[in-house]
């Protein structure tokens, strides 16, 4: 589960961890009211859970109750990376003297906390490390503990950070690391940690993502359903499968992960995209069938469909009797291919069959792939 900026700072400042004064905004009055009441340059910041707002345009500086207003006028209703812009967080204007970084994440690699730790802050750490691996300092930690203090001491030291600031940035780090840790986090970000001209050490921004796994333990977190913005991602969520929207005009639904990335490559190798990654998981019955197809023909970028599912255990005629249903009930009509294999197989083909669908027999996807293309094109 992804947290909103202003979500993490909630947290931050449970922690004790140095915040600027800010709030959020649920309407451009609001905003303007919100900057009038901080009484200084403020920053206005769409809370989504995701990056790249400030290339989108969405984390703007006003310098007056009125541009406040304006800008936020701009900003509300906007969608970014799939995600509706409802709330805009009004913070105030830092002086800012120098940008840092600061992370703690799981190595997946081999399982590992590790602590990262950048001069770099203020952009994206991924393209600045791509430039120059060296900007990077990375230490690795036991995920059964949370370091000590003087560790993460001794990991600005090698970074030639000496005096208060030394102290500062220990613990904030400290802090962070704590909350990482009592959060069951995967990811604890702060980019900017901003050093001020006086000399304060400030979390700019925040960005966390706890283990869906580990909600149930940590109720004062919500719902993963709670950060969705994106009426299809709802409805994903509702229905039980795992949903990402995408920007292509390809619908796929697949019933295990590697089946849909391995679809979704094969669309682009056909210079296709895919307009989502939807994998059922392992519970696939006629109702979740039906249900994902009708979430698939809801998104207006959707020209075609393609079924890609395999059974072990799944039981395929359910699955086909979903799949024709959710066609039946969808207002909207594109071209669908279905490739079914495995359990209940021969009975699955004859339902998609009887109801009109191009059926595929084999192992082959790209067979499937090629043939939902050439109806797209027929259709245009």
């Not at 802090?175 to 050093?195: G, M, R, W």
């Not at 796994?213 to 299809?232: E, I, K, M, V, Y």
């Not at 006629?286 to 039981?315: C, F, H, Q, T």
């Not at 959710?326 to 909207?332: I, K, L």
């Amino acid at each position: 589960m992804k947290l909103n900026e202003f979500q993490g700072k909630k947290l931050f400042e449970k922690e004790g961890i140095s915040l600027p004064w800010g709030k959020v905004a649920l309407s451009p009055s609001e905003a303007r009211a919100l900057f009038e009441e901080c009484g200084k340059e403020c920053v206005l910041k769409a809370q989504i859970p995701a990056g790249g707002r400030g290339k989108a345009g969405l984390v703007r500086g006003a310098a007056s109750p009125d541009e406040a207003e304006k800008l936020s006028k701009d900003i509300f209703g906007k969608t970014h990376r799939g995600y509706l812009i409802e709330k805009i967080l009004v913070e105030e204007k830092l002086d800012i003297k120098d940008e840092l970084y600061l992370s703690f994440g799981i190595n997946t690699d081999n399982g590992t906390v590790d602590m990262l730790l950048s001069r770099s802050g203020g952009v994206e750490i991924e393209t600045a490390a791509e430039k120059d691996a060296s900007v990077i300092s990375r230490t690795s930690f036991s995920p059964l503990y949370n370091p000590a203090e003087y560790q993460l001491r001794n990991v600005w030291r090698e970074l030639d950070f000496r005096g208060s600031l030394l102290s500062k940035l220990a613990d904030v780090s400290y802090k962070l690391c704590h909350l990482f840790f009592s959060y069951d986090l995967t990811l604890a970000e702060i980019n900017p940690l901003v050093v001020s001209r006086n000399g304060d050490v400030i979390a700019a921004d925040a960005k966390l993502e706890a283990d869906d796994n580990a909600l149930f333990r940590h109720p004062d977190l919500g719902s993963a359903r709670d950060t969705l913005t994106n009426p299809l991602e709802l409805q994903a969520f509702d229905i039980g499968v795992t949903y990402i929207q995408m920007e292509g005009t390809v619908g796929v639904i697949a019933s295990g992960a590697g089946l849909a990335m391995n679809t979704m490559d094969i669309l682009a190798s056909k210079h296709a995209v895919a307009a989502n990654f939807l994998e059922t998981g392992g519970g696939i019955n006629a109702v979740l069938m039906k249900d994902s197809v009708k979430l698939l023909m809801n998104n207006p970028r959707v020209e075609g469909l393609i079924v890609n599912l395999y059974g072990g255990v799944n039981p395929m005629v359910a699955a086909a009797e979903g799949v024709v249903a959710g066609y039946e009930e969808s207002a909207r009509k594109v071209p669908v291919v279905v490739k079914i294999l495995g359990n209940q197989q021969e009975e699955a083909w004859k339902i998609v069959e009887n109801a009109g669908f191009p059926t595929v027999k084999d192992m082959r996807t790209e067979k499937a792939v090629d043939l939902l293309l050439e109806k797209i094109e027929a259709k245009r």
